[in-house]
């Protein structure tokens, strides 16, 4: 067979594709993966409120994988439903006695439409939050904008988890997706502002417009990538509840995100 042929390489390419989803799909059956949590805070007190769950793939050398580096590939292969139902069982394991002990605590969980195709994840949350006596409105879901190609579709589905007392959120808005009109459609709890509009802070933005857009929806907004004092003096002046950041915190292992919460009402 010639080497350099289409006959050569696409088999070639089929074949290392193949192993990488068997060993990312055997990182999640074996539990390889670890939940990471970053600390979510009210800007007028300091106070946390709440965090973010966010996966990591500890490699054997050491190195700790982010999710931008194989999300998007556990979305081409198809193995995102079965990351997502491990990602609640870890959210629980690692921090359900906490959320049953703090009831005004909550724990965010990235989702995407195909963990929407079916009520599996409904089904798994409920009993998850059965399990450990946490509230339905302790479990809060995001979903990015540039997810929501169907709004129409999607809507009577977030529905069912809003009905069932999970907030959703609307994450990393105003990160490029230019058409609004899945706003009126889909009713969401809260606005996460993308990094990208916090970043020019305290400068010339688009933030105050964006904020109004917020308020005259009724959507709470929420800031991301908050890293310095100024960029928070600036949203609470103008009238953003919430950030998340490394100002307060990066993501930390559940245990680690306990301590911090302990130290910081110590
Ligand atoms: P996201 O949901 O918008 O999460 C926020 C990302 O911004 C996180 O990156 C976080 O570590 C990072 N970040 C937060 N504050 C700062 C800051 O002050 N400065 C900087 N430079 N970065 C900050 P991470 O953990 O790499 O996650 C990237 C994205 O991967 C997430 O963006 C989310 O869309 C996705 N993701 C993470 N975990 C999951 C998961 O369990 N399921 C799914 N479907 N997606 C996930
Ligand atoms: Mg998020
Ligand atoms: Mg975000």
Partial sequence: MDPVSDDYLIPAFLSQ?????????????????????????????????GAEALVRWPQPDGEMLCPDSFIPFARETHLLTSMTQWVVEQVFDDLGEWLHQHPQQYISLNIEPDNLQTTELLSCLSYQCQRCQVRPQQIVLEMTESSLIDPQAIAPVIELYRQA???VYLDDFGSGYANLNYLQAITFDMLKIDKSLVDPLPGKCLLPQIIALAKSLSLEPLAEGVETHEQAEWLSAHGVKYAQGWLYSKALPGRAFVRWCELRYA
């Avoid at 799909?25 to 007028?44: E, F, G």
């Fill in 17 to 49: 594709l193949n192993a990488s989803r068997l060993r990312l799909q055997h990182a999640i059956r074996s539990r390889q993966l670890v939940m990471w949590y970053q600390p979510i805070v009210r800007l007028d007190d300091g106070c946390v409120v």
């Fill in 165 to 167: 007392g999970h907030a």
